[in-house]
């Protein structure tokens, strides 16, 4: 091994020879780790940032890799010579463009033209999708994968594919846990990271979308009885009781309240039904964006227990909507439905000062071109428009 050293207490170590050129057999992990430092296109690498690339739980492979790559030829290694042992501090490629074609690693240029080729193939699907919500989430985080110059191609590939899986997820109407969702779009329970789930919640209210973090379920508080042919639940027995969707559409029957009322804001719901302050009522939380399982099991109840709706959402465009989207699963079986907190003078009243964003705006327009929407609402988003801001439900926690 030929050492040299610019200063005292330092060296730079590499294997005697040519280098090599020929690939010795590597393990998966270690091969797409390899890949992973290739592909920054740096001469030089530094070992914080190599370390950094193969995650807390792969130091030893990192380190492990780095010494077969200096004993092989690959890679001269500066070192620092700190309490009586060596260190090394970074690494030099002795032929990082051999190395990257051996593991077929492309040029930056190549890297660049396949990014943009896919960026722009997933913009060209982006009309297709039927659910305007849906859609401007997408492309959201398109914008967001096109402006991360420094993304490297696998994770780009991986986003998109997840943006593939999750459109086809939505079209179908499934519903199921995100073992479910992974296993359709990586063929493994197991095969989305903790860094993709996080990316695409940066963009998605995956819980409405279908996609439960565990077994879907519905909360409701009220009087009356559930009865399926395993049993029966008496409601008043809790404050709140959350069933999974599967069991609430094996239901075969249930007590008609005075009326249903469906709160979106968690904490408001939670507080109604402590207080158990609307006698007769059943109290149901409802999602932010609800599922079409979620919709299914809720039409369900109301066909065992037909009554009027209260809906209280976000004074919001998003929440207009909901409301709106819910009130027409009532008016289908005859049934009249109201908002409530939801009217113009609990906007102007609120303290909240959000502006509205471009989605905002847009959703505005196509509600108040919607023949069906009810006057309140259709003042509440008039009054949206004028002042240019919206509000949450804590407003009247």
Not at 124 to 131: K, N
Not at 193 to 204: I, S, V
Not at 265 to 282: K, M
Not at 384 to 397: D, I, P, T, V
Request: with cysteine; proline share 4%.
């Amino acid at each position: 091994m030929d050492e040299a050293g610019p200063r005292r207490g330092t060296r730079v170590r590499r294997r005697a020879g040519e280098v090599p050129q020929a690939l010795g057999l590597l393990g998966r992990e270690d091969r797409d780790l390899l890949k992973a430092w290739l592909r920054r296109d740096n001469q030089t690498s530094k070992r914080q940032t190599l370390l950094e690339a193969a995650g807390a739980t792969g130091l030893e492979q990192a380190e492990a890799l780095c010494d077969r790559l200096l004993r092989e030829g690959w890679i001269a290694r500066r070192e620092r010579l700190v309490g009586g042992s060596w260190q090394w501090e970074a690494i030099i490629w002795l032929d990082l463009g051999g190395l990257k074609q051996l593991l077929g690693v492309g040029s930056r240029s190549q890297r660049e033209q396949y990014r943009g080729q896919a960026l722009c193939q997933a913009r060209a699907w982006l009309p297709q999708v039927g659910d305007a919500a849906l859609g401007a989430a997408m492309a959201q985080a398109i914008d967001a994968l096109e402006q991360e110059a420094a993304i490297q191609v696998a994770t780009l590939q991986r986003r998109l594919g997840l943006l593939q899986a999750l459109r086809g997820w939505c079209e179908r109407g499934e519903q199921g846990t995100r073992r479910d969702f992974a296993l359709q779009a990586a063929d493994r329970t197991k095969g989305i990271g903790a860094a993709d789930w996080r990316w695409l919640e940066q963009f998605f209210a995956l819980e409405a979308l279908g996609v439960s973090a565990f077994l879907p379920l519905l909360s409701l508080s009220g009087t009356g009885r559930l009865q399926s042919t395993a049993g029966s639940i008496d409601l008043p027995a809790v404050s709140l009781l959350a069933l999974p969707l599967a069991d609430v559409l094996a239901l075969t029957a249930c007590t008609a309240p005075t009326c249903w009322w469906l709160i979106e804001n968690r904490a408001s719901f939670e507080r109604q039904c402590l207080q158990r302050a609307q006698p007769g009522a059943c109290i149901v939380w409802l999602p932010g964006r609800p599922s079409p399982g979620w919709q299914r099991a809720m039409a369900h109840l109301l066909r065992l227990a037909p009554a009027p709706l209260r809906i209280s959402a976000d004074i919001d465009p998003a929440g207009v909507d909901m409301a709106l989207t819910m009130g027409r699963l009532w008016q289908r079986q005859g049934l009249e439905w109201r908002c409530s907190h939801m009217d113009e003078a609990d906007l102007e009243a609120a303290r909240q000062l959000w502006p509205l964003n471009a989605y905002d705006h847009a959703l505005l327009e196509r509600l108040l071109a919607d023949a069906g929407l009810p006057p309140e609402l259709r003042r509440l988003c008039e009054a949206m428009r004028r002042l240019g801001r919206k509000a949450e439900q804590e407003g009247w926690l």
